[in-house]
């Protein structure tokens, strides 16, 4: 089983900045099938980034996502309102994982 | 576009049977896997398992010997079965198109289990 761990478990910024997610895997994600996902307060997950660095549809460019191997990065260039949530990066495999998550909050 | 939509009922007993439908709209259900995933209040998410339009499934190993899943292709639907429930199976559950990532989602369904 593959376990991913997400860092920081909370990031406080201002709107403008820039955000980096962090999400470590305890063994290597194969051919990069790593996913992540942004979730508002009572909203369901939306795909932003699949095979690590793949936009998914109508997502900004504002998303990068990058990494190989075990050590994967969100990438969020300049913060906008909206963007203040949770975000959870996610394995794909034979039986897929999620990590803990890491909220992203107004500072 | 494609649409997903969860129905059931929003309270189980324990030691009852869990059962949710999904309904798929907008497109068809076949040729896609489609997978049953679920965040208890104020946590995390966990995938539950995952079915193929085929029948073939694959389910979470911490939830295997309780999940039962099917498909209805002549529906649009796919269900999941959830047996011999406890306070620990209360949460949103969702359920999602799985291409390896889930790139779509329905909106959620709440079950609580409780007396």
Same mark, same amino acid.
């Given at each position: 089983?593959?376990? @991913?761990?997400? $860092? #920081?478990?909370?990031? *406080? @910024? $201002? #709107?403008?900045?820039?955000?980096?997610? $962090?999400?470590?895997?305890s063994q290597s994600v194969s051919s990069s099938y790593l996913a992540w996902y942004q979730q508002k307060p009572g909203q369901a997950p939306r795909l932003l980034i699949y095979g690590a660095? *793949?936009?998914?549809?109508?997502? #900004?460019?504002?998303?990068?996502? *990058?990494? $190989?191997?075990t050590d994967f990065t969100l990438t969020i260039s300049r913060l906008e309102p909206e963007d203040f949530a949770v975000y959870y990066c996610q394995q794909y495999g034979s039986s897929p994982g999620f990590g803990q998550g890491t909220r992203l909050e107004i500072k | 576009q494609v649409q997903l939509q969860e129905s059931g009922p929003g309270l189980v007993k324990p030691s009852e049977t869990l059962s949710l439908t999904c309904t798929v709209s907008g497109g068809s259900i076949s040729s896609y896997y489609w997978s049953w995933i679920r965040q208890p209040a104020g946590k995390g998410l966990e995938w539950i398992g995952r079915i193929y339009t085929s029948g073939s499934t694959n389910y979470n190993p911490s939830l295997k010997s309780r999940v039962t899943m099917s498909v209805d292709t002549s529906k649009n639907q796919f269900s999941l079965k959830l047996s011999s429930v406890t306070a620990a199976d209360t949460a949103v559950y969702y359920c999602a198109r799985d291409r390896y990532a889930f790139d779509i989602w329905g909106q959620g369904t709440m079950v609580t289990v409780s007396s």
């Open positions: 089983e593959i376990v @991913l761990t997400q $860092s #920081p478990g909370t990031l *406080s @910024l $201002s #709107p403008g900045e820039r955000a980096t997610l $962090s999400c470590r895997a660095s *793949s936009r998914a549809t109508g997502i #900004p460019d504002r998303f990068s996502g *990058s990494g $190989s191997g | -």
